[in-house]
């Protein structure tokens, strides 16, 4: 039997354009932020609609797809894992954050 860990899959759509950065070994990540739109019930029987937004990124090969394929509103469905970095703001402020590693497109 397989274990699977810190695994996550996605479907939702391409909040942003895919910000790409491009490394002097030809190498690119690009980032974007997915939005997941979720309906539920209010206590009072109403249905609402909520959007949640996830920080995705992804290396080599399927950043070189996002930039070529994606685009805002764009439907994906992603397979990743969680990543937790730190980094320092421009106000000098120290920074976590949670984002998504694609480790695979199921849908571009």
Partial sequence: M???KNNVTLVGNM???ARVTNFENGGKVVRF???QDKS???NSGETKNKTEWHKVFAWG???QMIEQFGGKGKKV???G???NRTYVNREGIVRNITEVEIREILRL
């Fill in 33 to 35: 932020e997915l939005a």
């Fill in 77 to 79: 469905a992603i397979i």
């Fill in 61 to 63: 090969y399927y950043a």
């Fill in 40 to 42: 539920y019930r209010s």
């Fill in 81 to 83: 894992h969680l990543v």
């Fill in 15 to 17: 909040g942003s354009d």
């Fill in 2 to 4: 397989r274990i699977l």
